[in-house]
Structure formats: C-alpha cells, structure tokens
C-alpha cells in the first residue's frame, strides 16, 4: 500500500518537519511493554463504614488479600430493608478501603509514573505515601494521578491507599456494585511521552481506493529542561507496516505540553464493518538523539458512515439496520467487578443472536467492553448520563453534576473515541429537565463538549415520549407531556431524534421531526421467567398497569410468562416493535431493553425479586424462548425453534409455538401423529398450535418447496436422576483471571432434560483455580452468588470457575441429593 503524509502543528515551539521511510516492513520488538502494566494483583481490603478517616486505620485493623477488580456488595447478603431499595437489588453498598504496598526499581527515579483507575464505584479517594491525591465521585469513569512527587525508590515500600464511599443509598436505579470494579494500571514514561488518552485518530474521507488518516498527539514534557525531540507516526495492519513513518522535529520547553497533527493516506483500506471488523493500529513514538524514549498504541478503523433521512443507518454504502440491545454493566454472579472473558461470552451469545448494537445505558462502560465491540463489530451508542441536575434517587450523580459534569464528559469522549465500534454519543437517559428550557441549556453546553472533542460522530439523547400515550393522537404524543413542551427534541441540538420506546409513533417520525434522523435508542421492556409459561399465550398482558400504580398481581413466585405475551405499561412485545422498525428503512434501527437480565429492577414486582425479567437472556447467561424469534429475523442461519416444554397434567391445552425462518411451513406432530401445518402470514414472526397434551415426543418439521429443511423434537422429561456438565471452554489460560462457563443440566434416566427441576446443587473444585459464581437465573433466588451450592431453575444451573497462576488441571464435580453427580475436567495453561 503506497501513503503519503502531510502534518501540520499547532505548538507555541520551535517546528521542523521532514518525511522518511522506515526500513523494516514490520512492527519493531515492543520495547514499552511495561509502559503500562496491570496493577490488579494483592491489595488488602477492608470493609467498615465506622471508619471514615484513612488515619484511623491503625495495624489492629483486620484486612482480607485479594486482588482487584472487586465488587464487595455482590458478596453481600440480599435484604429486604436494604437502602439501595429494590432498583438496586437489595444489596448494601458501605465504606470500603483498599491498600496496596509496592517497589519501584531505582532506575525508573528519573521516569513520569502514575497510577490508573478504570472505575471505582464510587467517591474515591486516594493516597499514596500519606500524600492526598483526589476525589472522584463518578463510579464510571477512569481517572489517573502522577505519583512521582512523592514515590520511594529501590528497596523502600510505597502504600497507595484508597477509599470508596457507597454508603449513601439509593445512588442508582439499578444495581451498581461497590469497590474498585475495574482494572487498575501502573503507568512509567519517560518525563517526554505522549499523554493518557493522548490521541485521537479520524478518518475524515473514506473510499474503496484510499482513506485520509488525521492522528492528533498530545505530548508532555515532565522535564526541567527544554526537549528537541522527534515524533514519529507509523499505521499498521496487524503486524505489517502500511504507511511510511512521518517524524516531525521538534523543541518543547520545560513542564509543557502540545498537540501535533499528522495526516496521512492509506491507499485500498480495509473497511470496518460489523461482519468484518478490520483494524489498524497507530504506533506512535517519540525520540530523543536517536533513541526511542516513549511508544504509544492507538487502535482504530477505517469506515464511513452516515444516518440517512430515508434510508436510516448507511455503513459503508450499505444500508445496515441496527439490530441493538441495551446493557447494564453488571455481569450477573460477577457482580460489576469487570472480567473480560465475562464481557466476551456474553457478546458471543448475543451475536449468535444476530446483535449488531449495544447502548452502554446509562453510563461510560468499561473500555474493555469497548475494546471487544470494535473486534467483534458492534455498533455502539456510548451514553454518558443517567440524570443531569435533576435527581433520580437521592444520592445520584445530580448532586455531583456542577462540579464534576464538564470533566467526566471530556473523559470520557477523549478515552472513547479512537474506537470504531461507537456510532453515536447520548448525553443522557430520560432526562427529566428535557421539558424545559433548563434542559435546553445544559443539553447546550454537553454537545458543545462533544463536538470539541469529537466531531465525527452524531449526538442523541434518549428522551422520554409521554406516560400516558393517546394512540389517536400519534402527532402529538412525543412534544407533550402533562401539556409540557419536550424542548429538547425540538431544539435543534440533537443530530440524531431518539426516544425510549412508543413504537406506535415511529412511522410518523419524518413528520414529527422532518430532516432530522432517527434512532429508537430504547425499545420493548417484555418480561420474561425463562422456561415458564402461562396459558393462554395470546392474551397481551401489561404488568404493572401503569408504571406509577404498585403492582398486585401476577403469578405465584414472582414467574412471569416465557411466551412473549407480557410487557412492561411503557412497553410493547419483542414482535410488536420489532415489526415497526423492520417494515420502515428510514428507521435507524432499535436498542432493545434489555440484552440480558441484570441485577437490580425487578418489575413488575419488588421483594422477593431482586433481579430483572426483561432481558433475552436471563441472569445466568440462558436464553429464553424469545432469543430464537430474534435469531429468525437477524441472520442468515436457519433457525426452528419450538416451545414450552412437553411435562404437562393430562387433559390441559398447551399452546405450542414455533420460530422458524428460510421455510414455508412447518408441520407439527405428537406421537408421531399430524396435529397440522402452519405458515406465517402478513407480519407474523410465529406460528401456534392449541394441542391437548399427551406425554411422549412433540415434533416439528420446517419445509420449503415441500424439502425437509429441519426437524426438531421435545420430549416428554422423567424424573431428575442425573446431572450433565458442559464448558463453555475446557482449556483457559493459567492467568488469575481467566474463566469457564459451565452449564449444569438436570436430566432424567434418558438424557432428557427435566424442564421443571430445581434441585439444590453443591460444588467442588480441585487444582489451583477457584468458584467464582453460581447462578440460576432465577430473579427470585436470595442464594449467594459467591457460594458453592445454588438451587437451579427449571432444569439449568451455571457455576463459574477461575483459573489461578498455575498450568495444570482443575476438576470440578456438582452433586445433588438423589441425582447421579457429575465431573469434568478443565484445562489451565
């Protein structure tokens, strides 16, 4: 690939530029590999809201070693009377401290090193060596301290101590977790570097034959001195180099920082897209006489990309529906302490699903989640806020916005934007100032920030249509509430109109707001138990009636129908807004409420729930039924899927469903006897049948052009008499960190799963790794997920297992009383 450079500075310093061509073809050895190292590894802890000064935490204070990222609430017990509420999962937050003690090696005296957090929830604060060195109250957003000025060398210890404060509750509407919940980072430089989030990669023109390439630099000079240093800027494709390095010559005076610019081209560019999420990488390096003092990585993509009025979301010159869904942080029996095999499993279960979207509602995400989306090719709306000045719960981000506001949003953006997977910024979720001119102003000042920071991506906020919708009156639903103004939808601020939910208004929209594009950046909120069901399955249920009316109803231990046939009063199904979208092209696309189950918000009910039902896939990782009508429409692959269960009483009724696609008709059978053929009409995306049960074997065969394309059957279950262990990998590496995913499967004498056991199950593990979750999906279930036992649900259960730092073989069994137990092997290397 043939690239030329042109650069241009903005400095207060002396500049000369030259262009020369670097002579190896691929990358060098990484040097820097400890630029930036983990910092994850024994910190003690100690939990004990009594103690509020970090002076009074004397050597009789008990401290327990772990390593971080760690969420001390998930250990907790749940509590009714808990003052996180039931939004918050009925589990405490507290006061917690961390330490850490460490060396730094004599040579690294003259070196800038700080310290990264990636998010701690929440009010932090941190020393180090008695030094106070900062507050951040956003439990989110990652922040960094120099700890130069005050670091001991050689064999002399240094302690970092750091205090959380999650004691005022509630501070969240949903489950937030409470520690330091992700990764921490120890970072050496030379005094002259490129700074923390210190570039920003755009690719302002994209063709099949070439793309221009802008890489702005950030460098800081820590020195007493003046520094003539070089900066050289190279792109490369993997491993291969693809354009020539551009140096620009420079002199930067003492204690001072600048921004260069480089451009570049990049002839016949591979494109980033969801099916094929390509990458690059910007080596920048900085050289003082001749030798390479820092080197800094930036990944990016090439794309182009835009948000057409009539033919919504254009990726690439292709129309490309965004097929999202929303996601809570929480990784369920993980609790919000961050793992990125976690983040992985679950964006392969969603992709297999056919996703292409994720909303990070309502907060910055962990980078690693967006590191992952830009591999696997997600389209990311980054939402930034969940309230502005306005409170949502007493102790929220409200009373922390004046002050702390402007520098998390810029955090934010400048930590976020060299990624390729983020198409669209959101400055908040139903923000309750939207109405107002005061929201006017605030949503002013935020896409003002945004649009400094980053001017390639299209700014949304997630606004609220009315409560109570008037179906008639579609024209006038979204700009009034209680006779209020939506002010922000209509004040041109916005790149992109997106509101929560009211599908019914969608086809109106170019009407509504003409020339401007749309995104439903929330949509649906059905419910679901995975794997009950409630006859009759053709009877819309609305739990509760209105969002502001305490729900009394529904079914005996908090179960809510697996057939999609129940929906939150704000709502609608999964079909019924999905339809919507699919019918119109200039809608963008949805983001679906939610992906998974998470933690916390558990309507329609309160206590004993503590977990939600609205997501695809429940808390444990499971799908639901309704995964498989998604998986019908979204991809390519054939997909016949047929439910409830078959182990019911003699004599009921049970309406069958079947999702399918790729086929004309699908034909049902009992015992080997034709209960009929079905075809989906008009819009349907299912077919049913009202079958008087008799036990045995329910079949169903897809067909098209009268060729069998599929065949699947349920059977009749037994009683539990067994259990089945499955890895989602048996080999993980020996690393602390690394996880697998294993299913537990109640089954009978036959091998058939039993879909109504909830047999307690107990576990053990031998080898150098450790259980690290346990989980149902069962949002009523009050059982640790830290413990060794759980109760499944419906015939499945998950137990998590780590590795730990050495290679060998970990051997995990599950028991049962009266069930034959089970073992398999895991591989660490």
């Known amino acids: 690939m043939k690239t030329t450079f042109k650069y241009l500075s903005r400095l207060s310093v002396l500049i000369f530029s030259a262009m020369f061509l670097l002579s190896s073809c691929s990358k060098k050895e990484d040097a820097f590999s400890n630029r930036k190292i983990s910092f994850n590894a024994d910190w003690s802890f100690h939990l004990n809201d009594s103690i509020i000064d970090k002076d009074t935490i004397g050597a009789s204070t008990k401290w327990r070693t772990l390593d971080v990222p760690h969420d001390w609430s998930i250990e907790g017990k749940f509590d009714e009377k808990s003052p996180a509420g039931y939004g918050g999962g009925s589990l405490s937050g507290g006061l917690g401290w961390y330490k850490k003690t460490f060396k730094i090696p004599s040579e690294d005296i003259n070196k800038t090193i700080s310290i990264a957090f990636d998010g701690v929830y929440k009010n932090s604060e941190v020393w180090i060596n008695g030094h106070y060195l900062g507050k951040r109250p956003n439990g989110y957003i990652g922040f960094q301290y120099d700890l130069s000025p005050y670091l001991n060398y050689g064999e002399k210890t240094n ?42 990669v755009t690719t302002p023109k994209v063709t099949a034959e070439k793309a221009s390439v802008n890489i702005e630099t950030r460098i800081q000079n820590d020195y007493s001195e003046s520094k003539k240093l070089t900066l050289i800027t190279t792109i490369y494709k993997e491993d291969k180099k693809v354009t020539s390095g551009s140096t620009t010559y420079i002199t930067l005076t003492p204690k001072s920082g600048t921004l260069l610019n480089v451009k570049a081209e990049v002839e016949s560019p591979v494109l980033w897209s969801v099916e094929k999420p390509e990458l690059y990488t910007v080596v920048t390096e900085i050289s003082v006489d001749d030798k390479i003092v820092d080197q800094y990585k930036t ?74 989306c830009d591999k696997m090719g997600f389209i990311v709306m980054d939402e ?116 929560n939910y009211a599908h019914q208004t969608y086809q109106y929209h170019q009407k509504n707001f003409p020339g401007i594009p749309f995104i439903a950046t929330e949509t649906t909120s059905a419910l679901e138990t995975r794997g009950y069901y409630d006859a009759v399955s053709d009877s819309i249920k609305k739990w509760p009636v209105r969002w502001d009316l305490k729900f009394t109803d529904g079914n005996p231990g908090n179960t809510v129908s697996a057939y999609d046939q129940v929906q939150a009063p704000w709502g609608s199904t999964h079909e019924a807004t999905w339809k919507v979208i699919k019918k119109y092209d200039f809608l963008s696309g949805m983001y679906i409420w939610t992906g ?40 390519d692959k054939t997909v016949l899927h047929i439910f409830p269960h078959w182990n019911w009483k003699a004599g009921q009724t049970v309406d069958v469903w079947a999702y399918y696609n790729n086929a004309d008709e699908v034909e049902l059978f009992v015992n080997g006897k034709s209960v009929g053929k079905r075809s989906k009409k008009g819009d349907d995306l299912h077919v049913i049948w009202e079958v008087p049960f008799q036990p045995g074997t329910l079949k169903v065969i897809s067909r098209k052009n009268g060729k069998v394309v599929l065949e699947k059957e349920i059977k009749t279950a037994g009683n539990p008499s067994q259990l089945k262990l499955t890895a ?94 089970a073992t398999i092997v895991i591989t660490t290397e």
Request: glycine share 8%.
């Open 159 to 200: 302690e970092i101590i750091v205090k959380v404060d999650n004691s005022k509750q509630p501070n969240s509407r949903w489950y937030s977790g409470s520690g330091i919940f992700r990764n921490v980072w120890l970072e050496t430089t030379d005094k002259l570097h490129v700074e923390h989030w210190g570039t920003y």
């Open 299 to 372: 990944n990016f993509g090439i794309r182009d990309f835009k948000f057409d009025l009539n033919k919504g979301f254009i990726l690439n010159g292709n129309q490309v529906k965004i097929k999202g869904v929303c996601m809570h942080h929480d990784l369920g029996p993980l609790g919000s302490a961050i793992n990125t095999r976690a983040i992985e499993r679950q964006l392969e279960i969603l992709k297999e699903m056919g996703v292409n979207g994720i909303r990070t509602s309502h907060n910055p995400p962990a980078p690693e989640l967006l590191d992952l």
């Open 384 to 499: 930034a806020f969940d309230m502005w000045k306005q409170n949502k719960t007493k102790y929220d981000y409200a009373n922390d916005w004046d002050k702390w506001h402007r520098k998390d949003l810029v955090d934010q953006l400048r930590r976020d934007r060299n990624h390729p997977s983020i198409f669209i910024w959101s400055i908040g979720n139903e923000i309750p100032e939207q109405w107002n001119e005061t929201g006017v102003e605030i949503a002013k000042e935020l896409a003002e920030i945004v649009r400094i920071n980053d001017k390639t991506r299209p700014l949304t906020a997630a606004m609220n249509p009315p409560v109570n919708m008037n179906i008639d009156a579609v024209t006038l639903q979204f700009e009034k509430k209680n006779v209020q103004f939506n002010a922000i939808a209509k004040s041109g601020i916005l790149d992109l109109i997106g509101y």
């Open 596 to 635: 998974f189950d998470y933690i916390g918000e558990p309507t329609p009910y309160e206590w004993p729930s503590v977990s939600s039902y609205f997501g695809i896939v429940d808390l444990a990782g499971f799908p639901k039924d309704v995964y498989y009508m998604y998986q019908s429409e979204w991809t």
């Open 728 to 821: 989602d990998r048996s080999t993980i590496k020996a690393d602390k960190n690394d996880l697998s995913f294993v299913t537990v499967d109640i089954l009978d004498g036959k091998e058939t799963l039993v879909p109504n056991a909830n047999n307690e199950i107990n576990f053990s593990l031998t080898g150098n790794g450790k259980i690290v979750g346990v989980c149902s999906g069962d949002p009523v279930s009050h059982e640790s997920y830290k413990g060794s036992k759980h109760t499944a649900l419906n015939g499945k259960c998950l137990v998590i297992v780590q590795s730990g730092d050495k290679s060998g073989r970990l051997e995990l069994t599950a028991k049962a009383n009266g069930l034959k137990p």
